[in-house]
């Protein structure tokens, strides 16, 4: 029922492929409007996801050959591109992004949103932007001076040179980078990991260090007091706690 995308779940765990390898996954209206319904209407046993490509890219950003983007790019971004990331950034569970290839322009700063990034060690992260005269957009300005700060950020847009996955991890920019015949195992472990997790701490830590940008140490304090608060009152936390004295594994439902 998909045209840009496949998605299927198992175990918990859902998995977004982008797929329109003939043009490394590049980016269009539909694809982005494919992406947004799926991450905002997860069935309810999903508890993690996972963002890859389809091919030997992740995404090539935003498709080129599509002149009425480019039309009005405000519009574009406003209209199909924040909701996209919003799905991402406020998806009800924890998301991988799997960079399996290259992740360009727009394509790169849609990895960078999820909450874990795995790579590949052949895949690397272009800012492509200012090579066609535009500006890093999909929060790649807010997201990459916050990882690797503003030297690094700066580079990385103005020269538009690919950063490999093992320096892009060197730099903090991702989670990990793995050696190729490793990508697959290490994100479906981490993938699992996450869905056996406490679901709504995860999320909570999400919010706090999103947060934590704004807030000055006194208003943070009081955001973790008020999460942490939460936490106390869930399922998991009190499963935690027994399973911890009766020396097993918790079995966490994500409430
Ligand atoms: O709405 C708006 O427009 C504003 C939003 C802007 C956000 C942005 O993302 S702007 C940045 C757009 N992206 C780029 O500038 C990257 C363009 N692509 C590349 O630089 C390279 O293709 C890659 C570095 C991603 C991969 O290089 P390589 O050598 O591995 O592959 P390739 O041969 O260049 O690409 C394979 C095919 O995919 C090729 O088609 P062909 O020749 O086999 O028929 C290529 O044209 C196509 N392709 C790659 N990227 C795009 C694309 N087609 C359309 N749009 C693309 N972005």
Redesign the pocket.
Known sequence: SFETIQFAAADGVATLTLNRP???N??NTRMRAEITQVLTTLAPDVRAVVMTGAG??FC???????AG??AD?ER??RE??EPMLAAVTTCPVPVIAAVNG?A????ANLALAADVVIAADSASF?Q??T??G?IP??GGTWIIPRAVGMARAMGMMLFAE?VSARQAADWGMIWQALPDADFAAGVTARAQALAKGPTSAFLAIRQALTASFGNDMQAQLALEARLQGQAGRSADFAEGVTAFLEKRPAVFTGR
């Not at 090539?60 to 599509?66: A, E, I, N, P, V």
């Not at 360009?104 to 394509?107: D, T, W, Y």
């Open positions: 003939a043009v490394m590049a980016l030997r890219g090539s950003g935003q498709d080129l050959t599509d983007a480019a790019l574009t971004l199909e591109y290259v360009a322009g727009a394509g272009i492509a932007f090579r066609i535009l957009d999909a690919p």
